[in-house]
């Protein structure tokens, strides 16, 4: 049964009916889903949530679709792991990675957005769908898309990672790059949807795409133990996993599923494409447009959409906002890759840096749970790391062209 209730714009508050539309007729705002919680009655419990399957639909209640999801139903439910060797470099008592680096099928959280968008497509009767991608969407749309029998469309900076494009091409959906950053693409993607008849996840579907989101933070609730924790550091491009975090967690609450833990939530940007953090460290709320230009592609969004709702996010839950540069981005990946074994992708750099920054700017208090949000797989970005790892030595297929090179090792204590 589900209890969604309308779209509702998140300005004037105007409903409307289920429908692949995602800006209000009256002001423009964002619609957002909302839902009659009251209706899901007393039985949706702990208990019931943990007699199902192991992936985001066991929150399935929670999400926008009618019937059975019929794409993604293997998503999510990704580790949430006790950093204890990490916690001890950054002095910090209680410190766990969200790892999304290995979500199910592509490698990023977007499995999650796309699961339901694509589920939502479906129920709305669309054959063709399609998205505007910084990477990650691409390859998910894409693999999810031909997993479910659907055709694709994906659209992309042309300027992005082998393993982005390729991680995309593989699954036989028609790429389309586009001479320009993140932000023409979007710009172009909306004018295709008004045209053509495609579920554009992020556009047309976006209400019902971003609600996807929102399953990441119930498995880290239910993963704490049924408890929301103190700090999450979130990653920010168009800012939606920021604003779906905190509306997941409130929702929990709502229901009691956990205590209130007055959680706060601090966003994540790269220096070189920051307007959101920018905005929380100047004390407006007003986003300013930028030009990206960092290593972090997947977090390039220059005029973010859900900018303004992320910072208020951050400002009304007692968070805050910081930014690391591209030196930063790598020296946190390896940091996170040495410490836990876990390879992130640049946005995870991004996260770790920042949320290093903010211990140590004393705004994360040490003795607090923190949870920091890995988003995506570092083999897709091996580009920002690969001149940057201990160099490879080639030896003739000998002892004797071994042993001097372990003797140097030992001589230099490695
Ligand atoms: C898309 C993406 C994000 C953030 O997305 P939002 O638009 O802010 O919801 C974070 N990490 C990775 C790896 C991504 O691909
Ligand atoms: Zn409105």
Redesign the pocket.
């Known amino acids: 049964m589900s209890i969604v209730r309308a779209l509702k714009c998140r300005e004037c508050g105007s409903e409307y009916e289920i429908a692949p539309v995602h800006v209000c007729e009256f002001c423009f705002g964002p619609l957002e889903v909302v839902y009659d919680y009251d209706a899901l009655g007393e039985g949706f419990t702990r208990e019931l949530i943990e007699s199902r399957p192991q992936n985001m639909w066991r929150y399935k209640e929670l999400l926008p679709i009618e019937g059975e999801p019929t794409v993604g139903a293997e998503v999510g439910f990704t580790p949430l792991v006790r950093a204890k060797n990490l916690e001890k470099v950054l002095g910090v008592k209680e410190l766990y990675i969200k790892n999304?680096a290995v979500c199910y099928p592509t490698l990023?959280?977007?499995d999650r957005?796309v699961s339901v968008a694509l589920s939502k497509a479906v129920e709305f009767g669309f054959t063709t769908v399609a998205c505007a991608s910084?990477?990650?969407?691409a390859g998910s749309v894409a693999a999810n898309a031909t997993a479910a029998g659907l055709k694709s469309y994906v659209f992309i900076p042309h300027d992005l990672e082998v393993g982005k494009v390729v991680g995309a091409g593989v699954y036989d959906t028609s790429i389309v790059a586009i001479e320009g950053q993140y932000d023409d693409v979007n710009r172009l993607c909306s004018e295709i949807a008004g045209k053509y008849p495609w579920a554009f996840v992020n556009v047309n579907v976006r209400p019902f795409y971003?609600e996807g989101?929102k399953s990441y933070a119930y498995e880290i609730m239910e993963q704490l133990g049924w408890k929301a924790p103190k700090h999450v550091v979130?990653?920010?491009?168009?800012?939606?996993?920021?604003t779906?975090v905190d509306k997941a967690i409130k929702e929990f609450v709502k229901l009691g599923l956990v205590e209130d833990a007055g959680t706060a939530i601090y966003g994540a940007q790269a220096t070189g494409c920051s307007p959101i953090a920018r905005s929380v460290k100047e004390g407006t709320d007003l986003i300013h447009p930028v030009k990206a230009d960092t290593i972090a592609k997947?977090?390039a969004?220059g005029n973010?959409?859900?900018g303004y709702y992320?910072n208020r996010v951050m400002k009304e839950s007692g968070g805050w906002s910081e930014d690391v540069s591209d030196q930063e981005i790598v020296d946190a990946i390896k940091l996170l890759a040495q410490t836990e074994g876990i390879f992130a992708?640049t946005?995870?750099g991004v996260?770790l840096g920042v949320a290093k920054k903010l211990i140590e700017q004393g705004r994360i208090p040490r003795d607090e749970s923190i949870v920091i949000?890995v988003?995506?797989n570092g083999l897709k970005t091996l580009e920002a790391v690969q001149d940057q790892i201990n160099p490879v030595r080639t030896i003739k297929p000998s002892l004797k062209a071994f042993d001097p090179l372990a003797e140097a090792d030992l001589a230099a204590n490695k």
């Open positions: 999304d990023s959280f977007k957005v910084t990477g990650n969407l971003a989101s979130v990653p920010m491009a168009s800012g939606s996993l920021c779906k997947s977090l969004i973010p959409a859900d992320a992708e946005a995870g996260t949000c988003t995506g």
